[in-house]
Nanobody
Framework: QVRLVESGGGLAQPGGSLRLSCVHS????????MGWYRQAPGKQRELVAQ???????RYADSVKGRFTISRDNAKFTVYLQMNSLQPEDTAVYYC????????????WGQGTQVTVSS
């Protein structure tokens, strides 16, 4: 029922910024976690940032102080503001919705490519 659509990926210069958006449709459970993950070639998927319905957040150590996750429930959207981008941030970024009430299930978006280079 829930669908996720990411946007905002693209090419950025080192030190630049990008803002990713994820619009979710369908009914969202009262207990939920929206998050961003990324996967670079040859590496495992890793958590970037996530936020619960109560605004509890967590970040990967590698992005703390540079990335910020936020939600606008009225617009059914979760954002990832990425500042001070580095080449190491290059990856496919995936939006995630975790249902934590009425049983556990995780939904994924199709991903959006982020490339950081000069």
């Amino acid at each position: 029922q829930v669908r996720l659509v990411e946007s905002g990926g693209g090419l950025a210069q080192p030190g630049g910024s990008l803002r990713l958006s994820c619009v979710h449709s369908g009914k969202i459970s009262s207990l939920n976690t929206m998050g961003w993950y990324r996967q670079a070639p040859g590496k495992q998927r890793e958590l970037v940032a996530q936020m619960t319905e109560s605004a509890f957040t967590r970040y990967a150590d590698s992005v703390k102080g540079r990335f910020t996750i936020s939600r606008d429930n009225a617009k059914f959207t979760v954002y990832l503001q990425m500042n001070s981008l580095q080449p190491e941030d290059t990856a496919v970024y995936y939006c995630s919705y975790e249902q934590r009430s009425g049983g556990y299930y995780q939904y994924w978006g199709q991903g959006t490519q982020v490339t950081v280079s000069s």
